[in-house]
T-cell receptor, first 114, second 110 residues
Framework: ETGVTQSPTHLIKTRGQQVTLRCSSQSGHNTVSWYQQALGQGPQFIFQYYREEENGRGNFPPRFSGLQFPNYSSELNVNALELDDSALYLC?????????????FGPGTRLTVL | AQSVTQPDIHITVSEGASLELRCNYSYGATPYLFWYVQSPGQGLQLLLKYFSGDTLVQGIKGFEAEFKRSQSSFNLRKPSVHWSDAAEYFCAGYGNKLVFGAGTILRVKS
């Protein structure tokens, strides 16, 4: 059974650019959640996708957007990058639309904004 | 507002010593509660979870946690720490979304 995978592992962008991060969910999981983990902090919930629709959103501006595909993989897009967007971005999948089922986390994508 | 607080940023224990990591939550009702561990370069791994029932919860790797409603706490314990337990530990609560504490970095000295 393949776990949650994320790509790329590391990414460097400059302020104002756009970035797309990718996540492949664990087999059989139809729900994907994205988190931002700034240095020295715990992960913060960005949003969740369930069966290709957004199913909950945290306190993040609209320039953070996402997609979920029919195979339940997902993308996180961030427009107009700011320095404070530098963080580890974690993707987690779970087997239903209710996130209190166990979420399985990927290793993350480390984004650096210069 | 839903919040989870981990009062200790760093904790250092000797190998073989006991461990307790503190977690306090603030929710309108009792949330679901979790402990995760994160090693460098790794994603978060679930150690244990509390939904309801028995207030002492057993998890993987010899960890346990005790839910205390009167103290709004969900502290993680391990009777004997191994060097491989060195990592960052996160407490989390779920009301309508998963909310994490800021984490406690555990260092193990030999």
């Amino acid at each position: 059974e393949t776990g949650v995978t994320q790509s790329p592992t590391h990414l460097i962008k400059t302020r104002g650019q756009q970035v797309t991060l990718r996540c492949s969910s664990q087999s059989g999981h139809n729900t994907v959640s994205w988190y931002q983990q700034a240095l020295g902090q715990g992960p913060q919930f960005i949003f969740q996708y369930y069966r290709e629709e957004e199913n909950g959103r945290g306190n993040f501006p609209p320039r953070f957007s996402g997609l979920q595909f029919p195979n339940y993989s997902s993308e996180l897009n961030v427009n107009a990058l700011e320095l404070d967007d530098s963080a580890l971005y974690l993707c987690a999948s779970s087997p239903s639309g209710q996130s209190y089922n166990e979420q399985f986390f990927g290793p993350g994508t480390r984004l650096t904004v210069l | 507002a839903q919040s989870v607080t981990q009062p200790d940023i760093h904790i250092t224990v000797s190998e073989g010593a006991s461990l307790e990591l503190r977690c306090n939550y603030s929710y309108g009702a009792t949330p679901y509660l979790f402990w995760y561990v994160q090693s460098p370069g790794q994603g978060l791994q679930l150690l244990l979870k509390y939904f309801s029932g028995d207030t002492l919860v057993q998890g993987i790797k010899g960890f346990e946690a005790e839910f205390k409603r009167s103290q709004s706490s969900f502290n993680l314990r391990k009777p004997s720490v191994h060097w491989s337990d060195a990592a960052e530990y996160f407490c989390a609560g779920y009301g309508n979304k998963l909310v994490f504490g800021a984490g406690t970095i555990l260092r193990v000295k030999s």
